[in-house]
C-alpha cells in the first residue's frame, strides 16, 4: 500500500471547558448487577441493542437496562473479550481463553480449534463475504468460512503475531494493527497478499492499537503518537 499522506492529530485540552459543560453524562455501574465489574468491549446489533463484554459473562443493553444474553449457554459465564455483530444479525464472542463462540439463526456454537490450537485472548472480528477474520492476542490472525478454519500469523507475513484490532473494507482487503505497525491483507478470495506498513513507510510508531476505515480514510490510533489518517 502506498501512503499518500500521513497526518498525525494530537488531541489536546483545548475548548475542554465548553465542551464539558455541554455534556450530560449518566454512569449505568451496575450493567452485571454488581460494581466494579469492567466492561471490556462494546458493539451494537442492527436493531439498536449495545451487546456487551464484561469480565463476567455477555450481556444485552436497551439503553436503559442491561440482561444477561444468552444466559442459557454456561460456556458464556467468563470473561468476554471481543463482541462482534456479523451478516445476518449473527454474534460472534471471543474470550480471554482464547474460545470463539457464535449465534446464528438461534442456534449456539463455537469454533473448534483441535487442529489449529489457541489459547490466546481473542481481540477482534471482521466479516468479508461470510468469512470471519479473528485476531488474537499471541497467536496471529485466524479466518473461519464454511466450517473451516485457517490459521496465519508472523511466518505467513502478519507483522506481528499480537493483533489488537482489525478493519476492513468490505470487498477484498483488511487491516490488522499490531505491535509491529500495520498488516494490510489483500486477495482474499484467492491467496491472500500481505503488506506490512510500519515507522519505515512514514507511520510515527508501530505499536498501532486500534483501527477504523471509513470508505475514504484509514483512521489509526497510536500508543503513543495520538491519531494517524492515511489517505
Known amino acids: 500500500m502506498v501512503i499518500k499522506r500521513c497526518i498525525i492529530l494530537l488531541i489536546l485540552n483545548i475548548y475542554s471547558t465548553f465542551l464539558f459543560s455541554q455534556i450530560q453524562v449518566k454512569?449505568?455501574?451496575?450493567?452485571?448487577g454488581k460494581k466494579d465489574v469492567a466492561v471490556n468491549t462494546i458493539t451494537q446489533d442492527h436493531n439498536g441493542y449495545l451487546w456487551l463484554g464484561t469480565k463476567e459473562g455477555l450481556y444485552k443493553f436497551d439503553g436503559k437496562s442491561s440482561?444477561?444474553?444468552?444466559k442459557e449457554y454456561p460456556q458464556l459465564k467468563q470473561e468476554i473479550t471481543s463482541v462482534y455483530?456479523?451478516?445476518?444479525?449473527?454474534?460472534?464472542?471471543?474470550?480471554?481463553?482464547?474460545?470463539?463462540?457464535?449465534?446464528?439463526?438461534?442456534?449456539?456454537?463455537?469454533?473448534?480449534f483441535l487442529n489449529t490450537p489457541n489459547e490466546e485472548k481473542i481481540t477482534s472480528f471482521a466479516e468479508i463475504n461470510s468469512k470471519i477474520y479473528i485476531g488474537t492476542y499471541g497467536n496471529g490472525l485466524y479466518t473461519f468460512s464454511n466450517k473451516k478454519?485457517?490459521?496465519?500469523?508472523?511466518?505467513?507475513?502478519?507483522?506481528d503475531n499480537v493483533i489488537?484490532?482489525?478493519?476492513?473494507?468490505?470487498?477484498?482487503?483488511?487491516?490488522?494493527?499490531?505491535?509491529?505497525?500495520?498488516?494490510?491483507?489483500?486477495?482474499?478470495k484467492a491467496k491472500p497478499y500481505f503488506t506490512i506498513i510500519s515507522n519505515k513507510d512514514g507511520l510515527p510508531d508501530n505499536?498501532?492499537?486500534d483501527i477504523y476505515f471509513n470508505e475514504k480514510?484509514?483512521?489509526?490510533?497510536?500508543?503513543?503518537?495520538g491519531l494517524v489518517i492515511i489517505i
Open 217 to 225: 480514510h484509514l483512521l489509526i490510533s497510536m500508543q503513543d503518537s
Open 164 to 188: 489488537y484490532s482489525i478493519a476492513s473494507d468490505g470487498k477484498d482487503k483488511i487491516w490488522c494493527g499490531t505491535d509491529a505497525g500495520i498488516t494490510q491483507i489483500k486477495n482474499l
Open 85 to 112: 455483530v456479523g451478516s445476518n444479525n449473527s454474534i460472534w464472542i471471543g474470550t480471554k481463553t482464547g474460545k470463539v463462540f457464535f449465534y446464528i439463526n438461534n442456534k449456539f456454537d463455537s469454533i473448534n
Open 207 to 209: 505499536i498501532t492499537r
Open 27 to 32: 454512569n449505568h455501574f451496575s450493567i452485571t
Open 149 to 159: 478454519l485457517t490459521h496465519y500469523d508472523s511466518e505467513h507475513g502478519l507483522s
Open 67 to 70: 440482561q444477561e444474553a444468552l
